[in-house]
C-alpha cells in the first residue's frame, strides 16, 4: 500500500523533507525548480508510514485505500511518473541554517504578504538574532492566497497554516495596511533597515493587442478572480454576465477556475468563502456556455492535469473538445501525455443540451473584439502548425468567426510593475537581479536590495514554488551579510512606527489580522460557510481595532 499525491498539491515540498526513504519526486535544491506541475510518491518504495500527509499543508496527499473517487486516477498518475522516471536516490541536501547572530546587527524589511513574502518571513525567523517586518498596502496577508485561489479551493487556502509560527514569532513584525511608495519610501526603508525584500508580485495582466480590446465587456480575467475573491480594489466592479456564454482566452489553471467559478451553481458557490456580491451576482447569472480560447494544441495547453481532470466531475457541465490533436506521441512526458488522453476522454463522453458546458477551442486565436458601445463578441481564426510546430494564423479575412459573447476575459499572463527606486526590466516585467539580489544597469548588485517570487522570476510556478525561490533570495542575503556588506548605520526599529503615526497611517499588526479572521470566520459559521469576507478597507480596520 502506498500513499498518492493528488490534485491540491502546492509543491511546497515539506513532504520532500519527512519522507524517510526519500521516494518523492521531482526534488530540487535551493533555488531550483522542477518542469512538473506536482509532486509523485513511487507506489514501491513508498513504506505506508503516513509522514508526508501529516506534513502536507494543502492536505493533497491521501492512503490510497482513502481516495475519493473523483481523485482514484491519482494512484494510476503517481505510478505512471515513475515508470517513465524511475527513482534515483539523488535529493540535493538542504541548506545548513545560518548561525544564530547579535540581535540588532540584521534587520530586515518585506515588502508584500503573498507567499512569496511568507516564505522569505519563514526563512528569516528561523535564524535567532534577525529582526523583521513585514510591509503590505492592504489590512489582510497572503496575497493571491486569498484574493486569487478559487474558492472552491479550500485546502489549497490552508497552506497560510505553515506561516503562522513565523508571524507570531516575537522577531517578526507586520505593517499591514501600509503601502510602499504612498506611505513609506524605498529610501526610508533603507533608512531603518539593513536590507529590503521585495515580494510585490505581478498584478498587471497581459494585452492582447487586438482591436476592440476598449470596450467594456472586456476583462482581465485576474479582475474577475479579485472580483469574486472579494479583493478590496475590486469588490465593485462589474461584470456582464446577461448572455448565456462567456468567452476566455488563455487555458491556464485560473482560465479553469474562472469558468468553473461561472458554472457553479450557486447553492455549491454558498458553501466556499466567495464574496457575497460575487455570490449574489453568479446566483442571478444566465451563463451556460464557457468557451476557453487555446491559441496551440492540448499537448500545449498551461493549465495542469489536476485541474483538467477535475472538470469532469462536476455535475450537470460537460466538457466539450474542439481539437484534431489527441494522439499521444512516443515523446510527450508524462503530464503531456495525461492532458492528451484526458481531453481525448473528454471528446468522447456524450453531452447534453440541457446541461451547461465549457468549450475548449484549440488552435484558435481571438483577432478583434466585436461590438458599438460594448462587447458583442470576439472574432476568432484557426491556426495551423507549420515547420517546427510552429503556429501559423490564417488571415483574418480568411474564414474569420465571430463567437457571440456579451464577457470576454483574457486569461494570458501577468507582468510585474515597476518599483519607485529599484531598476526595472519593462519587457520581462521583472526587478532585474542575481538569484535575488537586485542588479543596476551595469550588472552590479544594488546594496541590501533584493527580490522574491514574481517580480524576481517572473509569473510561473505555483505556491509552493515560491519556497525555493525565497531559500535561495535569503541565502544570497546571508552571504552579502557574511561579506560585511549589510553594516550600515540604521535608524531605531521603533522609529519607523513613529515615521507612520506622524503621517496619520494605521497599521494592522498581526493580532490586528487574527481578530479580522476571527470575525470573518465566526460570520462564515453562523451560515455554514468557511468565512465571509470583509471586501472594504475601513470594514477591516473597524474588526482589527475591536
Known amino acids: 500500500m502506498a500513499y498518492v499525491i493528488t490534485q491540491n498539491c502546492c509543491k511546497d515540498t515539506s513532504c520532500v523533507s519527512v519522507c524517510p526513504v526519500d521516494c518523492i519526486r521531482p526534488a530540487s535544491g535551493t533555488g531550483e525548480f522542477t518542469d ?76 508584500g504578504a503573498g507567499p512569496a513574502a511568507c516564505y522569505a518571513a519563514c526563512e528569516l525567523s528561523r535564524i535567532g538574532g534577525v529582526e523583521a517586518d513585514l510591509f503590505e498596502r492592504l489590512p489582510t496577508p497572503f496575497g493571491l492566497i486569498r484574493a486569487g485561489v478559487a474558492p472552491d479551493h479550500q485546502n489549497t487556502k490552508a497552506v497560510v497554516d505553515v506561516f503562522g509560527a513565523a508571524f507570531a514569532n516575537t522577531q517578526f513584525g507586520c505593517h499591514f495596511n501600509v503601502e510602499v511608495g504612498r506611505d513609506i519610501t524605498h529610501d526610508e526603508l533603507l533608512a531603518h533597515y539593513h536590507a529590503v525584500i521585495y515580494a510585490v508580485g505581478a498584478s498587471k495582466s497581459r494585452e492582447l493587442g487586438i482591436a476592440g480590446e476598449q470596450l467594456p465587456g472586456n476583462h482581465a480575467a485576474a479582475d474577475f478572480v479579485a472580483w469574486y475573491n472579494g479583493h478590496p480594489d475590486h469588490a465593485h466592479d462589474v461584470f456582464d454576465l446577461s448572455a448565456e456564454r462567456a468567452v476566455i482566452v488563455g487555458n491556464g489553471n485560473v482560465a479553469l477556475d474562472v469558468a468553473r ?40 495547453a498551461a493549465y495542469s492535469v489536476g485541474e483538467f481532470l477535475a472538470l469532469g466531475h462536476l455535475p450537470e457541465i460537460d466538457v466539450v473538445i474542439d481539437s484534431d490533436d489527441l494522439t499521444v506521441k512516443s515523446d510527450d512526458d508524462i503530464e503531456t501525455a495525461l492532458k492528451v488522453e484526458l481531453a481525448r476522454e473528454f471528446s468522447r463522453k456524450e453531452t447534453s443540451p440541457e446541461r451547461k458546458r465549457i468549450v475548449f477551442r484549440f488552435m484558435t486565436s481571438p483577432v478583434e473584439v466585436v461590438g458599438d458601445e460594448r462587447v458583442m463578441g470576439v472574432r476568432v481564426i484557426t491556426n495551423s502548425v507549420g515547420r517546427g510546430d510552429t503556429v501559423v494564423s490564417a488571415d483574418i479575412d480568411d474564414g474569420a468567426e465571430l463567437i457571440e459573447t456579451s464577457l470576454f476575459l483574457r486569461s494570458i499572463g501577468y507582468m510585474g510593475s515597476a518599483i519607485d527606486g529599484l531598476p526595472f526590466d519593462d519587457g520581462k516585467g521583472v526587478v532585474p537581479n542575481d538569484d535575488g539580489r537586485v542588479i543596476d544597469s551595469n550588472g552590479q548588485p544594488v546594496p541590501g536590495v533584493y527580490v522574491t517570487g514574481w517580480i524576481k522570476r517572473g509569473p510561473s510556478g505555483v505556491i509552493g514554488t515560491n519556497r525555493s525561490c525565497a531559500q535561495e533570495t535569503v541565502a544570497r542575503l546571508w552571504v552579502d551579510f557574511d561579506a560585511g556588506l549589510l553594516t550600515r548605520n540604521v535608524g531605531h526599529r521603533s522609529a519607523v512606527g513613529e515615521l507612520l503615526a506622524d503621517r496619520g497611517v494605521q497599521p494592522v499588526d498581526w493580532q490586528g489580522w487574527l481578530a479580522i479572521d476571527d470575525v470573518e470566520r465566526t460570520r462564515g459559521a453562523e451560515v455554514s460557510r468557511p468565512r465571509v469576507k470583509f471586501v472594504g478597507i475601513s470594514e477591516m480596520l473597524a474588526a482589527a481595532n475591536r
Not at 473517487?69 to 541554517?97: G, K, S, V, W
Not at 447553492?267 to 487555446?294: C, M, N, P
Open 36 to 111: 512538473t506541475e506536482m509532486l509523485y510518491i513511487d507506489p514501491v518504495a513508498c513504506i505506508d508510514c503516513g509522514a508526508c500527509a501529516e506534513a502536507c499543508p494543502v492536505d493533497s496527499i491521501y492512503y490510497e485505500d482513502e481516495l475519493p473517487p473523483e481523485l482514484e486516477r491519482f494512484r494510476d498518475i503517481n505510478a505512471r511518473y515513475f515508470e517513465q522516471h524511475p527513482l534515483e536516490m539523488d535529493i540535493p541536501p538542504a541548506c545548513p541554517d545560518h548561525p544564530a547572530i547579535e540581535p540588532g546587527s540584521l534587520r530586515v524589511a518585506i515588502v
Open 261 to 300: 467559478v461561472l458554472l457553479m451553481s450557486p447553492d455549491e458557490l454558498a458553501k466556499t468563502d466567495i464574496a457575497d456580491h460575487a455570490l449574489a451576482a453568479l446566483s442571478q447569472s444566465s451563463v451556460r456556455e464557457v468557451v476557453i480560447l487555446g491559441r496551440r494544441t492540448p499537448r500545449d
